[in-house]
């Protein structure tokens, strides 16, 4: 059985949960155990007794240890992988992708955590100097989704532990394996006890006491949009510091002077690759008159030869779905999408894997001959279901594109520079592709987006730091 680590010690809880393998439903990865909510309690009061030292910890400390957790990350890549495609069903290429993002990410904040800096500035009354400093927040509380088990606690704990903090990481119910991972990993690394603490449980018993005790200085949360609200209610209720990185429906302009290669393969990855379970993956394709129909043709073809199977089979293009809840949201969506008129291509439920193994499986689904006033192309699906939206010009383009309550990621594949240039500038998104998948960023710049979709400053790359540190201005008369 897997534990939590509270305080520095691995400790049980009062129950467990079995992490299944979607690929396989039969295969139990494991049995996790479930902290309930004096649990929860405990490991912000271990995390609270160790902010006051980790928070004077020197630079080369923090260095060292993250960058240690770094290497054991990537050394062990292959096996994390399998591990995370195993619980989660992304492809065994994509799940060890995955990883080798998160080690890089360790790598980055290592260095991160050598860099911090400050300013200082000549003050207006004369004889008086100023500084301005940064300094940490005190005890997060990190609370992540399911679809990418390793990097987003990665890209929450790392910049938190660089900047001082200490953390109660509170991952999602699905995913322990790879957290409990990490966890283990920190841990060996040499992080004092209490600087970092794992609580795998439900959301609304150990969530919520993040939520809810004072001693949580600051929350940073990635999910669903309704549980982004509670947050943010919980948070402003009590002056907690926050940051929401929540939906998506992104769109993808293809324009008649696309490379039709070039749109297809975008659209293909943003659209199915992680099974459609990315909140940066393109779910609305937004295509002008003069190549809709070539492209339409181009993508079935594609879709056609895609391969659904074990998420850790080589040669599988497409994994299962995570569960029997998100499949049920899938196929009422199918449903919705054929009752408001669209045309569906694929979207078949596979019952059995090749090889008989019962799992989550589901094929790509492209609806054709959509609306923008459809629920289809409005509300955030969360599977391999794509949508494509007919458009008479660029213009008309770009206002479907911007017409969503979220504005996370936004692609746009074209030859000309005059079109790119104004889709970046005008595009209502966190996140501008040019000739590039909606999915599929760069660990060392700003993740994010605007609208519905995020709250708060950005997270990754030097941004980070303006969540997990707060200034202090000093001012000194010599
Ligand atoms: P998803 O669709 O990704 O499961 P959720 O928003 O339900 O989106 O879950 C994201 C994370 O938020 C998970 O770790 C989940 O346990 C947690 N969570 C869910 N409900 C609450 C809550 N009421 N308070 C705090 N955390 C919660």
């Known amino acids: 059985m897997f534990k939590n680590l509270i305080g520095g010690e691995w400790v049980e809880g009062p129950r467990t949960t079995r992490n299944i393998n979607p690929s396989d439903t039969r295969d139990v990865v494991g049995e996790y155990a479930q ?51 195993r619980e989660e069903g992304k492809t065994l290429p994509e799940a060890i992708g995955e990883v080798v993002r998160a080690g890089n990410i360790f790598k980055f904040f290592a260095g991160e955590a050598l860099r911090t800096g400050g300013e200082v500035l000549p003050s207006v009354r004369p004889g008086v100097g100023v500084e301005v400093t940064r300094e940490p927040v005190g005890v997060v509380g990190l609370i992540t989704p399911w679809n990418f088990p390793i990097a987003i606690p990665a890209w929450k704990i790392a910049p938190a532990l660089a900047c001082g903090n200490t953390v109660v990481f509170k991952p999602a119910e699905l995913v322990p394996g790879s957290a409990w991972a990490l966890a283990d990993i920190l841990q060996r690394a040499g992080l004092p006890a209490g600087v970092f603490n794992l609580v795998m449980g439900r959301g609304v018993e150990v969530g919520q006491v993040l939520l809810d005790d004072p001693r949580v200085a600051a929350i940073s949360f990635t999910g669903s949009v309704a549980t982004g ?28 002077d696309a490379d039709l290669d070039i749109a ?146 936004a692609g746009i594949a074209t030859s000309s520079l005059k079109h790119a240039t104004h889709f970046k500038r005008h ?50 008369q010599a």
């Open 35 to 85: 902290a309930d909510a004096a649990q929860a309690r405990q490991a912000v009061a271990a995390a609270q007794q160790a902010f006051g030292a980790w928070s004077l910890s020197t630079p080369q400390q923090r260095f060292d240890i993250l960058d240690a957790a770094g290497t054991e990350i990537l050394a062990r890549r292959a096996a994390l992988g399998d591990l995370l495609a």
């Open 229 to 256: 609200q509670r947050i943010a209610a919980a948070c402003v209720a009590r002056m907690a510091k926050f940051q929401l990185e929540m939906g998506g429906k992104n769109p993808m302009v293809v324009l008649d």
């Open 264 to 409: 297809v393969a975008a659209a293909l990855n943003s659209g199915f690759s992680s099974t459609g379970q990315r909140c940066t993956a393109s779910s609305r394709l937004i295509v002008t008159d003069g190549i809709h129909d070539r492209f339409v043709a181009a993508m079935a073809e594609r879709i056609a030869s895609l391969k659904v199977d074990d998420a850790r089979k080589a040669g599988t293009d497409i994994g299962p779905v995570v569960d029997q809840s998100q499949l049920e949201q899938d196929l009422e969506y199918l449903d919705i999408g054929r009752a408001e008129g669209a045309r569906l291509l694929g979207g078949e439920r596979i019952e059995h894997n090749a090889d008989g193994a019962p799992g989550f499986y589901l094929r790509p689904a492209l609806f054709t001959e959509t609306t923008a006033a459809m629920r289809i192309n409005r509300e955030e699906i969360f599977g391999p279901v794509v949508s494509v939206m007919r458009a008479k010009n660029y213009d008309e383009a770009l206002a479907l594109a911007n017409d969503s309550p979220f504005g996370l990621s």
């Open 427 to 476: 595009m209502q998104a966190g996140m501008v592709m040019v000739n590039l998948p909606t999915a599929g960023v760069d660990f060392h710049v700003p993740f994010g987006g605007r609208k519905g979709s995020s709250y708060g400053p950005r997270e990754q790359g030097r941004y980070a730091a303006e969540f997990y540190t707060t200034v202090k201005t000093a001012y000194t």
